[in-house]
């Protein structure tokens, strides 16, 4: 929705799914996590979360001028950060399903499918992070060719 057209109603079923969500699934599992042996939390961002993408013309996200998923990813990335900070025998990472230098995307029914990268493709960064051995990085964001400076 494009940002003169966007309601404060509007966004928050996206927030709610994107930032409310992963810390309602999260919250009550932290017991588990912390007592599991190599606990691992993957969240699933966008490279259109970064304003070094979406400030660049080449990129194409920088071309869907919307504010609720790309603000809310934002929003999602900082909140791993954070729990990868309070909670260090857990690995949270953040993983998009793309290539941010390359400007690709995973082909999906949310872009109908005009992305480049199929959705196989697009889960390499996410099986990645969610196979990370005991010395792996934390609080990290990575997509398909490897890790993003944020």
């Known amino acids: 929705m494009a940002p003169a057209d966007a309601t404060a109603d509007e966004i928050h079923s996206v927030y709610d799914t994107n930032v409310h969500g992963p ?9 588990l996590l912390q007592a599991a042996d ?19 013309p080449e990129q194409p996200v920088s071309k869907i ?6 603000s ?9 950060v954070r729990y990868a900070q309070a909670l260090p025998e857990i ?5 998009t399903p793309g290539e941010i ?11 109908n ?9 697009g889960t390499d960064s996410i099986v990645k992070l969610a196979m990370v051995d005991v010395d792996g990085p934390t609080g990290t964001f990575i997509d398909r060719l490897g890790s993003v400076a944020w």
């Open 101 to 111: 230098a390359h400007r690709k995307f995973a082909a999906t029914d949310m872009n």
């Open 91 to 95: 690995k949270f990472n953040v993983a």
């Open 38 to 56: 190599h606990p691992r939390v993957v969240m699933v961002s966008s490279g259109g979360s970064f304003f070094t993408v979406v400030t660049v």
């Open 65 to 70: 001028h919307e504010l609720a998923c790309s």
């Open 23 to 31: 810390i309602r699934v999260t919250h009550p599992y932290l017991p």
């Open 113 to 121: 499918h005009t992305g480049r990268l199929t959705a196989t493709e």
């Open 72 to 80: 809310s990813k934002a929003a999602l990335n900082m909140i791993t």
